[in-house]
């Protein structure tokens, strides 16, 4: 996936079956689904691709143990099946982790026990393991940090976890291999109309200012939280469909919960779980629910958000993360679609499909687990008079037999890094300090800190990768520190 590559081909053909708008998991999701079934299929990405919420989720694909407590079926056994295919499909980004819930009273373990055993059934032959329940000592042998004191048991689950960021370069690898174009930094300035119909956009290239008319027989919005934006250039005026909610994660050391179980607590404050998931040798802790007004790119934490994970997490451990062991701290917007409750928290996480008078196909809402089938159920839309069969279900994700860019990037040689680099830029379409930071590796997610410092050396050598001059290097380091300092507890 050469981004300079792509523009050729870009050039070399303005008219397209399939035009998408966002190059998050749902875009690339279409992208791969569309091309997969013959259709000339071309992907924009305004920034980075990923780089707003598809980057900064739980790193879980799983069922939803909440949604099925909502009573939320159907979301329920589409996403257990999604979380099976995902894990056949992408065995080198998606595994299986045991999670574990912790019992503080008699009734817990019969309560949470049943329903996770409801839980395996519904996942059928896609299961990852049957659920048990745990003794006292079987608890405190699983999570060695978990505080004793009115401790019961537990009960023993199995969900997928994964690499979001990741799995989104290889989505868009994937699509490329079927035949689509995927270009990130191409904003969509506007939708081109012909007897008031959707016939293409237009677009900028934001690295060197070109622009292009691009048509297109159907143009799909799949923006996520920016949905109304376009939404507005399609019917100006037209009301929000989107209620966005804010979602923090904090990232510190694996020291405070060793082994390899994760915490599932299922209860907060706030109606939400609270998940401590290992990754990549850190410890994830989250999530929030916090109703926000902006959809900004760079979403971040208030200082509330921060402390409430803290608090609610220091409830379950012996030995508690403070504020100045936080190696980094994440912020994601959700793409809730408005609902008639005031919490996001009680929103569905199903997904919104629809189709206005001018064409425009719309697809938001779902969560990451459920992406494919947002993706097959938006090509079947568009492909409604003229149908052909989806094959994703058996696709095999590219990268399985690439070497993974590590994820974090600390401690590696110069010689070591440089072909990471130019793996990144000739193969992933990497193209700022930020990219290959935040999304080819993880570096800034698993610890701003050390992000930072990298910055000089990374821009050293993705100048010289690319072509770039003084003035580059050092405009990226400035960019990447400030947006990286947002990233580290105040």
């Known amino acids: ?55 900064r989720s739980t790193k879980l694909v799983h069922g939803g143990v909440r949604y099925l407590q909502q009573g939320n079926i159907k979301l329920v056994l589409e996403a257990l099946k999604e979380r099976g295919l ?141 949905t109304d934006s376009i939404l507005q ?13 804010q979602g923090v994660h904090l990232v510190v050391d694996k020291d405070y919960l060793p082994g390899t179980c994760a915490i599932m607590i299922p209860r907060t404050d706030d109606g939400r779980v609270l998940f401590a998931v290992p990754w990549h040798d850190k410890l994830v802790l989250g999530t929030t629910d916090t109703p926000v007004n902006k959809t900004d790119e760079e979403p971040v934490a208030q200082e509330s958000e921060i402390d409430f994970i803290l608090q609610h997490i220091a409830r379950y451990l012996q030995k508690d993360p403070l504020r100045k062991d936080v190696r980094s701290v994440f912020t994601g917007l959700r793409p809730l679609v408005k609902g008639k409750t005031g919490r996001t928290a009680s929103l569905s996480r199903d997904h919104h499909l629809s189709k206005s008078a001018s064409g425009l196909i719309t697809i938001t809402g779902g969560k990451w687990t459920t992406y494919r089938k947002m993706a097959q159920d938006t090509v079947n839309l568009m492909l409604q008079d003229d149908p052909r069969p989806c094959i994703t279900e058996t696709l095999a994700i590219a990268g ?28 992933e379409a990497c193209m700022t300090v930020e990219d290959m930071l935040a999304r080819r590796s993880r570096q800034l997610f698993l610890d701003a800190r050390i992000a930072m410092e990298m910055a ?17 290097k050092t405009e990226q380091i400035n960019i990447f520190r400030n947006m990286a300092g947002q990233y580290l507890p105040v």
């Open 233 to 245: 250039m399609d019917e100006p005026g037209s009301a929000s469909l989107i209620s966005p909610s």
């Open 1 to 55: 996936m050469n981004r300079t590559s792509q523009i050729k081909e870009l050039e070399a053909d303005r008219e397209w079956d399939c035009c998408i708008i966002g190059g998050g998991a749902t875009g690339l999701g279409i992208a791969v689904d569309a091309a997969s079934r013959g259709l000339k299929t071309i992907l924009f990405e305004r920034s980075d691709l990923a780089k707003g919420t598809s980057s």
């Open 400 to 427: 399985q037999d690439n070497p993974l860019i590590p994820a974090s990037l600390a401690g590696l040689t110069d010689t070591e890094l440089e072909p990471l680099i130019r793996q990144a830029v000739q193969e």
């Open 456 to 472: 000089p050396r990374i821009a050293e050598m993705m100048a010289k990768e690319r072509g770039k001059d003084e003035v580059w």
């Open 86 to 226: 995902l894990l056949r499909n992408a065995p080198h980004l998606v595994h299986n982790q045991q999670f574990v819930i912790p019992n503080y009273s008699w009734w817990d373990q019969p309560f949470y026990g049943i329903g996770l055993k409801i839980y395996d059934r519904m996942a059928g032959k896609l299961g990852l393991g049957p659920s048990i329940f745990l003794s006292i000592e079987e608890t405190l042998e699983r999570l060695p940090n978990l505080d004793p004191e009115g401790l019961t048991g537990g009960v023993l689950y199995h969900d997928g976890q994964f690499d979001d960021a990741r799995l989104a370069i290889n989505l868009a690898q994937t699509a490329v291999a079927q035949g689509a174009v995927v270009l990130n930094y191409f904003q969509v300035e506007g939708l081109l109309k012909q007897n008031d119909k959707v016939i293409g956009v237009t677009v900028k290239d934001s690295e060197n200012g070109n622009n292009y008319i691009i048509r297109a027989k159907q143009v799909i919005n799949a923006t996520g939280v920016f």
